[in-house]
């Protein structure tokens, strides 16, 4: 049986750095941590796993809008790989 092994590239790390500058109260502290945006990285990655777009959410109270925000990283931002289990 085959599986997709999906990751967030290096582009994905820059549209989710991108999207926290603008919309996350932390915002460019989050967007300047490797640790943090590989963390944000691995929520997209659950997500593909679960069959769900390359997503992440800001939560409403740390959303600089006051509400809770979604994005999806675009396809350049995700690498696939298809694995024998």
Known sequence: ?????????????????????????????????????????ADAEFQLDQGNPAMIEIKVWDSIHGRTQTFNISNDGVDSEEINA
Request: overall charge neutral; aromatic content about 10%.
């Open 1 to 41: 049986m085959k599986i997709t092994n999906y990751t967030i590239n290096t582009n994905g790390l820059a549209q989710i750095a991108e999207f926290l500058r603008a919309n996350h109260k932390k915002g460019e502290m989050i967007a300047e941590d490797q640790s943090m945006l590989y963390a944000w990285a």
